[in-house]
């Protein structure tokens, strides 16, 4: 006789409340290819935040213990000087949409932060990556069939997007999900034939979706993932141990946006010169990223501390550089809402590396070790520290405070 499997209230709410969290950091740029797109994404997190109500109690119970004291104090400490920023450049340009995207971001932070404390707590590790793997899985093939197939065309003003936004959100998601198929075969097993054979296809795809959208920091990210894979694969527990560290992670960090600076001259190096104009047939401009970087310490004159606004950045690049944004994941990040505020949100992170650090078996979350570091290298000439970034330090936040269950 067939048995019937009941799910508990509170997994399926769980479950509901990881949705739609993942879903405003996937779908976060859904808004440039499809009108008023962003109306959706705040209910999204007005359902996560009813779903968690029920495990908010026991949530509170688990916060008080020494292990999440010194996490509590820098997110808190990170919400009232971004609360600052907020306050001060509410008038600077876009007035009630800074508050908006303020209240957004703290929602998606406070929910991530619930629900990753939760499935530690709770054994849903496994799950969690499951889930998201699944969900990244439903979203790539629908994406990758209207792109082949040309069945909805999408545009934003001259420029060709996609279900998803840019071309750039496109090759990402391709990363994520190969990111995302190793997280769920190497936890707690080794990988089998078929799931190499799996493994290659998927980064194939990565690479082709990217030359097919005319992509090519997918390319590069690609072949990152694949390179950082295989040297802590063969490597192991040294290797990742030195990447863990949060030393090294700040140093990768503040290097990305110090390079910045530093790139008008590496680019016009004879060997990186020929690579950027004969072989990735771009200008030496990087599309404009020269110009934006030359003219940034210049332009953020009064403003380097507070910033100019957490949501203003598109109408603020493009009056103080001419471009859309400051092309840099840091220098992007301190441009909104300064040093100040990102000082914390970076301890933030490297607190959360610390206690991955301490964990023995690192190899069971190097894909996500991986990524990290892929987007923070891309970071130096692209804007990487999205909602996506947020939602994978979450993932390591939770797989560091696991609990060991018999």
Not at 3 to 22: D, E, G, H, P, W
Not at 58 to 85: A, H, P, Q, V
Not at 198 to 215: E, H, K, Q, T
Not at 296 to 324: E, I, P
Request: proline share 1%.
């Amino acid at each position: 006789m067939r048995q019937i499997r009941y799910i508990k209230l509170s997994s399926l709410m769980f479950n509901i409340a990881l949705i739609c969290v993942a879903s405003y950091a996937i779908l976060e740029n859904v808004g440039i290819s499809i009108d008023n797109f962003g109306n959706i994404q705040r209910p999204l997190l007005y359902v996560a935040a009813f779903c968690l109500i029920p495990l908010i109690g026991s949530i509170i119970k688990k916060l008080k213990r020494k292990e999440y004291f010194l996490s509590c104090m820098i997110l808190f400490i990170f919400f009232g000087t971004f609360l600052y920023s907020t306050l001060i450049n509410r008038d600077t340009v876009s007035g009630s949409g800074v508050i908006y995207a303020t209240i957004n971001l703290f929602l998606y932070v406070i929910e991530l932060f619930i629900l990753m404390v939760y499935a530690a707590e709770n054994n849903k590790i496994q799950s969690v990556f499951n889930l998201i793997f699944r969900y990244a899985l439903l979203i790539t093939i629908i994406t990758d069939v209207i792109i082949f197939t040309g069945i909805v065309h999408f545009t934003n003003g001259a420029f060709e997007t996609y279900l998803i936004g840019t071309k750039f959100s496109v090759a990402y998601l391709h990363i994520y999900l190969l990111a995302f198929y190793l997280l769920k075969y190497l936890f707690g097993k080794l990988l089998r034939l078929r799931q190499i054979v799996m493994l290659i296809i998927l980064s194939f795809m990565a690479i082709w979706v990217s030359m097919r959208i005319d992509c090519n920091t997918g390319i590069i990210g690609s072949i990152l993932l694949v390179v950082f894979v295989l040297i802590f694969r063969v490597c192991r527990d040294k290797v990742l141990k030195v990447f863990s560290s949060p030393l090294l992670f700040i140093v990768f960090i503040f290097g990305s946006s110090i390079i910045a600076f530093l790139l008008e001259r590496i680019i016009h190096t004879p060997a990186i010169s020929d690579l950027i104009t004969n072989t990735l047939e771009r200008d030496l401009t990087l599309t404009g990223r020269t110009e934006i970087f030359s003219l940034y310490t210049l332009k953020m004159t009064d403003h380097w501390l507070w910033g100019y606004g957490y949501g203003n950045v598109y109408a603020v690049s493009m009056r103080l550089f001419g471009y859309a944004d400051a092309q840099n994941a840091l220098l992007q990040w301190v441009l909104q809402v300064g040093i100040i505020p990102i000082i914390f949100l970076i301890l933030l992170w490297a607190n959360i590396m610390y206690h991955v650090s301490m964990r023995k078996d690192l190899i069971k979350i190097m894909p996500i070790i991986a990524l990290i570091y892929v987007f923070i290298i891309l970071g130096t000439v692209e804007i990487t520290y999205s909602m996506n970034f947020f939602l994978w330090m979450g993932l390591l936040f939770m797989w560091s405070h696991q609990k060991s269950y018999n």
